[in-house]
């Protein structure tokens, strides 16, 4: 694998369940990022860890709980969450500052 | 705070034809300025990273540039084709944490 990775692709859980996503880097970088991308609404920035520590945590709701063990992976803990959480959720990766790459995104409906 | 706005929101061209896409930002003080490609229900390309001291950066067929003094950047594509129909989006940087306009989506037609 290559690149940022992220699984499942396709996730569709009710609002009762809990679920998680997971990404991957195989990039060297030390900086992962969550991003949700809403229709008709810009990317949100959601959490930023640099070197496995929280840096960032642009007001999302506690439904959503970050992970980071270490620097390659990223977990995005999903428990109680609204219909309208339902989003592409993108995962991304980078040395601190630099250019930012990208992982080909969770697809989340909530019924 | 910072906002990014990105003009046209849309864009239909005839193949052949060289455009610009257009990215404004409200606060001058960014660390860089990136623009990516993304296609339907898929993850960002990343295109082009402009740092702040830079005035611009190519790749093939694809110039950006960087004006921090008017908040504003342009990615200009040249002979464009029908495979570069995509939204782009553009989003400024600082210590990392990216600020994304809505995008234009841009369709070549053959």
């Known amino acids: 694998e290559t690149g940022v990775t992220q699984t499942p692709r396709h996730l569709v859980m009710g609002m009762t369940n809990k679920k998680s996503l997971k990404c991957e880097q195989h990039?060297?970088?030390?900086?992962m990022y969550w991003y949700k991308q809403s229709a008709k609404k810009p990317l949100e920035l959601m959490f930023v860890?640099?070197?496995?520590?929280?840096?960032e945590n642009n007001s999302v709701p506690s439904r959503f709980s970050p992970e980071c063990p270490n620097s390659s992976h990223l977990f995005l803990h999903l428990h109680t969450l609204q219909p309208e959480d339902s989003a592409l959720y993108l995962c991304?990766?980078?040395?601190?500052?630099?250019?930012?790459?990208f992982g080909p995104g969770t697809r989340l409906t909530v019924l | 705070k910072q906002e990014v706005t990105q003009i046209p929101a849309a864009l239909s061209v005839p193949e052949g034809e060289n455009l610009v896409l257009n990215c404004s930002f409200t606060?001058?003080?960014?660390?860089?300025l990136q623009w990516f490609r993304q296609d339907p229900g898929k993850g960002l390309t990343s295109l082009l990273l402009?740092?702040?001291?830079?005035r611009e950066q190519t790749s093939g067929r694809l110039n950006a540039s960087l004006d921090k003094s008017s908040g504003r950047s342009t990615l200009y594509i040249a002979a464009s084709q029908p495979g570069d129909s995509a939204t782009y989006l553009c989003?400024?940087?600082?210590?990392?944490?990216?600020?994304f306009g809505q995008g234009t989506t841009l369709q070549v037609k053959p």
């Open positions: 991304a990766s980078s040395q601190t500052g630099n250019e930012q790459f």
């Open positions: 990039l060297g970088h030390n900086a």
């Open positions: 860890y640099s070197l496995e520590e929280r840096v």
């Open positions: 606060d001058s003080a960014i660390y860089n």
């Open positions: 402009i740092q702040s001291s830079q």
């Open positions: 989003a400024t940087g600082n210590t990392g944490k990216l600020i």
